[in-house]
């Protein structure tokens, strides 16, 4: 009788019954029950959203180039990057007024082209380029480039870089087109400065070339600018070595430092006999080949060599840096 009775007067019995509301919102015309049906709006609403979902995690078209933009704003607007570009565009300036000061410059004495200055002031710019090929235009690129993942990395701004939607591969390509960009206004800082400030201190007229043939100023300017060129593509293949080795760290002076070192290391073995078959596979090895272009006409040889030496370089350096880059910890 005890059990027959709880059934009977019990309130949580009577709150399970058919007519109670609790039963009602377990019926199939209530609205939770509606909500679980496959005609259910809040089902049709999951099933569209999730498309839309995956579609507005893909990155917009323009954030490459928006990034890039970016990427070169902050670059060219730091301090130190117009520092580096004031220092290369001195060398022509300290050579220049060294020149001019000076009575006379012995022939076959210093540097290619150092005692035609004071005929024209053309060579200025030829032998600036000439002498901050070894050392000081390896000097500032390595400090670009291996600032280019390990300063975000050490500023703490590079998981908030990939927090956006723009990806490892993306950002990695951003900062090697930044770094390319100072390639190519590193040495045109040289140029630009040696030709200033040659035509202030000294005649300008027509350029011997070392075929013994004469061009006229416009075409000795054109010629200083694909020298500007061949140095910026030279330059191509340490980029991506800096890259890769900013991958491999999070204190930029290490990556810095260490680029630096590969690339006093790479001349070092390419003035070694011993290692003459090692010499072509150094990205350094047709650094000072742009003497070709001082050539009446104009040969292309080496300038194609180079360019598919740094090509090598960037592709296997490239892979090397999107392998680490790819698996690193960015929360660590």
């Not at 022509?92 to 000061?101: K, Q």
């Not at 060129?229 to 800096?242: R, T």
């Amino acid at each position: 009788m005890l059990p027959a009775d709880r059934t009977a007067e019990s309130p949580d019995a009577g709150n399970q019954g058919a007519g109670s509301p609790d039963a009602g919102n377990q019926g199939a015309g209530s609205p939770d029950a509606g909500n679980q049906g496959a005609g259910s709006p809040g089902t049709d609403r999951r099933n569209a959203a999730g498309p839309a979902a995956v579609a507005t995690a893909k990155p917009p078209r323009g954030s490459a180039w928006s990034l890039l933009g970016s990427e070169l704003k902050v670059l060219f607007g730091r301090r130190r990057t117009w520092a580096l570009l004031l220092a290369l565009a001195a060398i022509p300036v300290l050579i220049a007024v060294a020149v001019r000061l000076s009575s006379t410059v012995p022939a076959g004495r210093g540097p290619a082209f150092l005692d035609r200055i004071s005929q024209n002031g053309l060579f200025v710019a030829f032998t600036a380029m000439l002498v901050s090929v070894p050392l000081f235009l390896p000097l500032t690129v390595g400090v670009v480039a291996g600032d280019t993942i390990a300063g975000e990395a050490s500023h703490g701004t590079l998981r908030y870089l990939l927090v956006a939607p723009a990806g490892r591969i993306r950002l990695l390509l951003v900062k090697y087109a930044g770094a390319l960009a100072f390639c190519v206004a590193a040495p045109l800082a040289v140029a630009l400065a040696g030709a200033a400030i040659g035509a202030a201190l000294f005649p300008v007229g027509p350029v011997t070339l070392l075929s013994g043939d004469l061009i006229q100023p416009p075409e000795a300017a054109l010629r200083i600018l694909l020298i500007a060129a061949y140095l910026a593509v030279s330059l191509a293949g340490l980029s991506a070595i800096g890259l890769f080795l900013s991958t491999l760290t999070v204190v930029p002076v290490g990556a810095m430092a260490a680029t630096v070192v590969v690339s006093v290391v790479s001349q070092i073995l390419g003035q070694l006999p011993q290692l003459e078959w090692l010499h072509p596979w150094l990205f350094s090895h047709y650094w000072l080949g742009f003497g070709d272009i001082l050539r009446q006409p104009v040969l292309w040889d080496s300038f194609a060599s180079n360019a598919v030496l740094q090509a090598g370089y960037v592709a296997v350096f490239g892979a090397l840096a999107y392998g680490r880059f790819a698996t690193k910890d960015i929360l660590s």
